[in-house]
């Protein structure tokens, strides 16, 4: 979507998936979402960045937004990154919320803040999985899942945040939860539950 019109038209709710590639954005939605995915693709053209629409059950939409590139990826990428994530999450009518991906060894990057930033300011609610959790011992864990809620306060006060793991089938039903009443609260059009 180089431009806002490829979408589909606005619809029912939207929750969006980012994260910078290889956070795990890929094996949560996975886990998480309908194994249906829909007939539409936005293609941008020329370029491999996709944006995947599937089923969340059956009253919204999990659109899968491109990766984030690893910190050495060239300039260009990276404002084209900047363009289409940062237009989709500012002007689409139909989003109810961000979940925004990020690998629990190395969370809050600075595309990570960037991103919270934006959602803050457009006044998006934002839900953060810590994935990959099997990787740090349960103490660990334990610790970065406070330090980044501690710093969410800060970055984007209502953001909820939690540990997860494709692999061991951790936090599921947390965020199958937390996305349904994202989801309701959309569709009630109020603000959501403050997180978590
Ligand atoms: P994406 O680029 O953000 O979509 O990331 P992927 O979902 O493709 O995952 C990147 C890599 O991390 C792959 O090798 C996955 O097998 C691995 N991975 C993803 N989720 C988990 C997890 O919960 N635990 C572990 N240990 N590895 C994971």
Same mark, same amino acid.
């Given at each position: ?90 002007? /689409?009518?139909? %989003?109810?919320? *961000? ?6 060894? @190395? !969370?809050?990057? #600075?595309?990570? =803040? ?27 864990? /334990?610790?970065? %899942?406070?330090? *980044? ?6 970055? @984007? !006060?209502?953001? #909820?945040?939690? =540990? ?33």
């Amino acid at each position: 979507m180089h431009d806002p019109e490829e979408l589909p038209r606005p619809g029912a709710p939207e929750v969006a998936f980012a994260g910078r590639s290889n956070a795990g954005k890929s094996s949560a939605i996975n886990a998480l979402a309908g194994r249906r995915r829909l007939a539409f693709v936005s293609k941008t053209p020329g370029r491999t960045q996709l944006i995947n629409f599937f089923a969340l059950g059956d009253r919204a939409y999990l659109v899968d937004l491109p990766g984030y590139g690893y910190a050495g990826v060239p300039l260009e990428v990276r404002r084209h990154w900047q363009h289409l994530v940062g237009t989709y999450v500012s002007t /689409r009518p139909s %989003l109810a919320a *961000v979940v925004v991906v990020m690998d629990c060894r @190395h !969370p809050l990057t #600075s595309l990570d =803040l960037t991103l919270l930033e934006w959602l803050r300011a457009a006044g998006r609610p934002a839900h953060v999985l810590l994935t990959k959790s099997d990787k740090l011992s349960r103490q660990a864990s /334990r610790a970065t %899942l406070d330090r *980044v809620r501690s710093q969410l306060a800060r970055l @984007h !006060p209502g953001a #909820s945040v939690q =540990l997860f793991s494709s692999l061991k089938r951790e936090g599921l039903e947390e965020a199958a939860n937390r996305l349904a009443s994202l989801v309701d609260d959309a569709r009630k059009n109020k603000a959501p539950a403050k997180g978590e």
